[in-house]
């Protein structure tokens, strides 16, 4: 399952609960800092007088930002839930998409993306978006996870990630770089893994799929029609023919299907 799917995001955030028990555990750095007052004072360098925040969950952070930087908030979130509650917070809050934004060029002074942008299928197209508003010399104040998150967590299961770029000199401490000859460097991390590899970025795809490296498909087709986005192995150089090994039909009109290659 992966984090920017639709079924997920919609469960996660159909009430405010789930959100609220994970803000429970958080806690300050080393330093004693919390995360959203670093976020604050980058904000208040610009001295917004129009600011937006996507993802705006319980809308505690945009009331703070109201509070403290006496300026407009206009909060922007997927989740009715989410928008209640931002609302309830005395801010003005919308139901929308950050991947299609309902403002004008120019219209703000600053933006935040607290912990959402992994919940987003296509974060350049939303990156994009954030620009488009935000008046010339804006800023964007994103919010992520640190390299360590969970860190217990993945020791406890095992798991570590294969991280494939021609570009990168280092990657997170759960994981090992592939670089150099592709397939081998594939060929031989499946002789190694005893529960197999999960792909599932588009390029590296449609790579794999070029050199006959993938033995599994599964897609999960969304009752939406987005209108944008990526394309799944555009510039196929040959058709792949596939079987159908299984199906799975989620309450929300999803539907999982599982595919293998004919050969």
Request: hydrophobic letters at 45%; charged letters at 25%; glycine letters at 8%.
């Given at each position: 399952?992966?984090?920017?799917?639709?079924?997920?995001?919609?469960?996660?955030?159909?009430?405010t609960?789930?959100?609220?028990?994970?803000s429970?555990?958080?806690?300050?750095?080393?330093?004693?800092?919390?995360?959203?007052?670093?976020?604050?004072?980058?904000?208040?360098?610009?001295?917004?007088?129009?600011?937006?925040?996507?993802?705006?969950?319980?809308?505690?952070f945009a009331?703070?930002?109201?509070?403290?930087?006496?300026?407009?908030?206009?909060?922007?979130?997927?989740?009715?839930a989410?928008?209640?509650a931002?609302?309830?917070?005395g801010?003005?809050?919308?139901?929308?998409?950050?991947?299609?934004?309902?403002?004008?060029?120019?219209?703000?002074?600053?933006?935040?993306?607290?912990?959402?942008?992994?919940?987003?299928?296509?974060?350049?197209?939303?990156?994009?978006?954030?620009?488009?508003?935000?008046?010339?010399?804006?800023?964007?104040?994103?919010?992520?996870?640190?390299?360590?998150?969970?860190?217990?967590?993945?020791?406890?299961?095992?798991?570590?990630?294969s991280?494939?770029?021609?570009?990168?000199?280092?990657?997170?401490?759960?994981?090992?770089l592939?670089?150099?000859?592709?397939g081998?460097?594939?060929?031989?991390?499946?002789?190694?893994?005893?529960?197999?590899?999960?792909?599932?970025?588009?390029?590296?795809?449609?790579?794999?799929?070029?050199?006959?490296?993938?033995?599994?498909y599964?897609?999960?087709l969304?009752?939406?029609?987005?209108?944008?986005?990526?394309?799944?192995?555009?510039?196929?150089?040959?058709?792949?023919?596939?079987?159908?090994?299984?199906?799975l039909?989620?309450?929300?009109?999803?539907?999982?299907m599982?595919?293998e290659?004919?050969?």
């Open positions: 399952m992966r984090l920017d799917e639709d079924d997920f995001v919609h469960e996660q955030y159909r009430s609960a789930k959100l609220k028990t994970r429970s555990v958080w806690h300050p750095d080393a330093q004693g800092r919390w995360p959203q007052d670093v976020a604050l004072s980058a904000l208040a360098w610009v001295k917004p007088r129009r600011l937006l925040e996507v993802g705006s969950g319980t809308g505690a009331a703070s930002c109201s509070r403290e930087l006496s300026c407009q908030v206009v909060a922007l979130d997927s989740s009715a989410m928008v209640a931002t609302g309830a917070a801010v003005e809050a919308l139901l929308g998409d950050v991947q299609d934004l309902p403002f004008p060029d120019g219209t703000f002074d600053a933006a935040v993306a607290a912990w959402m942008l992994y919940h987003v299928a296509d974060r350049d197209l939303a990156i994009s978006e954030l620009a488009r508003v935000l008046r010339p010399g804006g800023r964007l104040v994103a919010i992520t996870n640190g390299i360590g998150h969970l860190a217990e967590l993945w020791e406890l299961i095992g798991a570590v990630k991280v494939v770029s021609s570009t990168l000199e280092q990657v997170d401490w759960n994981a090992v592939v670089r150099g000859d592709l081998k460097d594939v060929q031989q991390l499946k002789r190694e893994s005893g529960k197999g590899l999960l792909v599932g970025r588009v390029k590296l795809s449609l790579a794999l799929t070029e050199l006959g490296l993938i033995d599994e599964e897609f999960v969304h009752p939406r029609l987005a209108g944008h986005g990526p394309t799944l192995f555009a510039g196929l150089s040959k058709h792949v023919d596939l079987k159908l090994v299984s199906r039909e989620f309450g929300s009109g999803a539907v999982a599982r595919y290659p004919r050969h």
